[in-house]
């Protein structure tokens, strides 16, 4: 650990979301540099910092500071230099130079402690001289706060954000109840402030405590995708968590209820406990939902006649399920169409699309994913857009309870007579509450998807429930069409989604197995298609085929996948700037995936001439894109995206990226690729699931390749265990 002290002389760079700096500091007659989370440093004061000496290949030594200790400057020259650095608002030089000349060394402490005798300085107000004090003050109460959070181990920039949110309160918070801090402060969970708590000696039966674990057991359930537990397995997890009785946790869950941040319900004979807000999630959304499905007066022998004009212009023929899935949007406010691949979704949508305009309404498309709307585009030829830009999503994010604001509500809903979501399997109850919200009553919403694909990420099971409620007109697709008959994609996804055989060794253009029995040789093998065979065989680039596992972990993991892929398919060559981060190296040319939703970051698209012609907040978990510039002058990394949306990251950001040459399988959930490759090897019977298999299977377009072990392939199929997943809309909707 080293320790400088000087004049901070320049500050070169701040982020001014986290702190981030990057600060010239006059150090013993020479310049020093300091980077970190330093947000409360400002120009002309005097720091004390502690580090780590670190060498940066274009800025030479720098110091990382771990730590750091504002001081007042002690001497009449310290002491101008900093009042006239700018540091405090009003004060320039000339002014400085009379406040020093009147007071002294003794400046700094009628600052503190009788601000109003600056009123004796010609130029001083009384009225300013108070403002100045109250800086003063301001700064030194900033100072004693991140020096009293340091001695709980909290960084720097989690100091800044408690001192922002509580002010001087901060004091009493953290001796008393420092479990507030996970209900207040975005980035603060459980386990930050149990460990915050345990440090100010909090009892471990406290009741703060105790009420804090249930609500996080509970959390941990809705990141997995439950929107609510059963009281055991709440009881016990918590249980778990704490280490502390039963009996006591059952009366605390109940003072919870009583708080109105909980919600006990009955489901057959069983007590479920909700997290409020997503009880009333899935009561808003039934609500909704029932509100729009109005039944029209439809001429069907017109509508009949409707469809036959559209089958003669569009030059396809719809079979009897697609002709229901049409007559039935003309009749209902709420329509659900599920099928799986090759059972013609797309030719319904684009029949539903010039049903609707025969009849002068205008259509809206939507999908959850840039992806999955772009291909939505492709298929049909109609503008299709995703969800959140549909609502015109502002940026504007409530931090605390991570809550988005839309531009299009229920004060300003959508204007359009029908509104078809495609993907529906990946819409989660947060969202489908959203997009509900901006449904006026009267208009048409047609709902698409396969219901047996995996779940959303986010919480909830809302394309199932919704079709298991029995509520509203299903129209399912099950006939495969001639087209895609032809492929052994389309007829081993739906084997495998019935559970019956695939023959690994039959020959296929399309459907390929290699049986590899260890990592290293499976690996190598996907590497040989990725890099010589597949690009050749499908005519496509490289960057068009995706590698997609079961796991993040292991020796097939992605983690582990990534890292090997990118020194094969984008090596170091001396042109390419790099940028170190925790797991690994940047470069430019990689493909990289935004692992967090960031409803902030700004994109823009250009011409091609470089002028922007579209701009836009918002960049979502499971966005893919390639880094096309890394500027460590600037100390900035540039990701181009689906779409042309171009984004620039702070180095400070890129915690929010990962490579993603090789992705799981749920990340890969609503997109769609020239090819795919899908090593196996082993794994849990949990995750090795035939429902993952199947969504796996249905990524590619052209080609489908699986690498490894015919026994784990197959055991997947027959393995129809799917993961529990708490959800409740259908029983909500069951009641209205």
């Known amino acids: 650990m080293e320790t400088i002290s000087g004049y901070v002389n320049k500050i070169v760079y701040r982020n001014e979301e986290n702190g981030y700096s990057v600060i010239e500091l006059f150090n013993s007659g020479e310049d020093k540099t300091l980077v970190g989370i330093l947000p409360m440093l400002g120009e002309g004061e005097y720091v004390e910092a502690s580090g780590t000496i670190k060498k940066h290949p274009l800025y030479g030594e720098q110091l990382v500071v771990e730590s750091y200790e504002i ?68 700064k030194r109460d900033m100072r004693q706060a991140m020096l009293f959070l340091q001695k709980y181990g909290i960084s720097l920039n989690l100091a800044a954000k408690i001192f922002k949110e ?12 420092p479990y507030r801090l996970a209900d207040d402060i975005a980035g603060v969970g459980f386990k930050i402030a149990d460990d915050i708590a345990t440090k100010a000696g909090i009892r471990a039966d406290s009741d703060y405590r105790i009420k804090s674990g249930i609500l996080y057991t509970l959390l941990q359930a809705i990141t997995n995708g439950h929107t609510y537990l059963p009281m055991d397995e709440l009881l016990r997890g918590t249980n778990q968590l ?32 909700y997290a409020a807000k997503y009880y009333y999630m899935e009561m808003n959304v039934a609500r909704r939902l029932s509100e729009l499905d109005s039944v029209w007066g439809v001429e069907e022998g017109e509508a009949i006649e409707m469809i036959r004009r559209i089958e003669e212009q569009e030059k396809f023929e719809l079979d009897e399920r697609q002709r229901e899935a049409v007559l039935e949007a003309a009749r209902h406010g709420v329509l659900v169409i599920t099928g799986g691949p090759g059972t013609g979704k797309t030719t319904t949508i684009t029949a539903l699309i010039r049903f609707f305009e025969m009849e002068g309404m205008e259509v809206v498309l939507g999908a959850p994913t840039g992806r999955a709307a772009k291909r939505m585009s492709e298929a049909t030829g109609y503008e299709a857009r995703t969800i959140h830009r549909m609502l015109e999503l502002s940026g504007i994010q409530n931090e605390s309870s991570g809550e988005v604001h839309f531009a299009r509500n229920q004060a300003n809903p959508l204007e359009t007579d029908v509104i078809i979501i495609d993907e529906m399997s990946m819409v989660d109850i947060q969202l489908m509450q959203s997009l509900l919200e901006a449904v006026a009553v009267g208009t048409r919403l047609i709902l698409v998807g396969d219901r047996d694909q995996l779940p959303s990420v986010g919480p909830g099971n809302v394309l199932k429930d919704i079709i298991q409620s029995g509520s509203f007109h299903v129209v399912r697709l099950t006939r495969i069409f001639r087209q895609a008959a032809a492929s052994d994609i389309i007829l081993n996804a739906h084997k495998i989604n019935k559970g019956q055989p695939v023959d690994v060794a039959a020959r296929s253009r399309d459907f390929l197995f290699i049986k590899r029995t260890d990592a290293n040789s499976i690996i190598n093998a996907a590497i040989a298609l990725i890099c010589q065979k597949l690009p050749g065989y499908l005519n496509v680039p490289m960057h068009d085929i995706q590698v997609i596992a ?61 002028i922007p012609v579209d701009t836009g907040t918002g960049v979502f978990n499971g966005d893919i894109g390639t880094i096309s510039e890394i500027n460590s002058f600037a100390e900035e990394l540039v990701v181009e995206f689906d779409e042309g949306r171009v984004v620039t990251y702070d180095f400070s950001q890129l915690e929010e990226l990962e490579l993603a040459y090789a992705i799981t399988i749920h990340k890969a959930q609503g997109s769609e690729y020239a090819a795919v490759v899908i090593p196996l090897l082993s794994g849990p019977r949990m995750l090795m699931t035939r429902n993952l298999l199947y969504t796996a299977v249905t990524r590619a377009r052209s080609c489908v390749c699986i690498v490894g072990m015919p026994e784990t392939f197959l055991g997947m199929i027959e393995n129809e265990t799917e993961q529990r997943r708490y959800s409740s809309l259908d029983k909500r909707l069951e009641e209205l």
């Open 242 to 273: 704490l280490g502390v009785e039963l009996d006591s946790l059952e009366n605390h869950i109940m003072d919870l209820v009583m708080d109105k941040r909980l919600v006990v319900k009955k489901e057959e004979g069983v007590s479920i406990v």
């Open 166 to 177: 509580y002010g001087s309160e901060l004091y009493s918070i953290i001796e008393q109840n």
């Open 550 to 610: 079961p796991m993040r972990k292991g020796a097939l993991g992605v983690e582990r996948l990534n890292k090997i892929l990118q020194e094969f398919l984008n090596p170091p060559d001396g042109k390419k700037a790099e940028k170190e981060y925790a797991q690994g190296i940047f470069r430019e040319g990689d493909k990289v995936m935004q692992i967090k939703n960031n409803y902030q970051l700004e994109w823009e698209v250009k011409s091609r001439y470089g």
């Open 71 to 138: 001081k007042n400057p002690e001497d009449t020259l310290s002491i101008e230099r900093y009042l006239g650095s700018g540091a405090i608002k009003g004060i320039g030089e000339a002014l400085a130079a009379r406040i020093v000349k009147h007071f002294g060394e003794d400046t700094f402490r009628i600052i503190e402690e009788e601000p109003e005798r600056l009123a004796e300085v010609k130029g001083i107000s009384s009225r300013m001289a108070l403002e100045l004090g109250s800086q003063v003050a301001e």
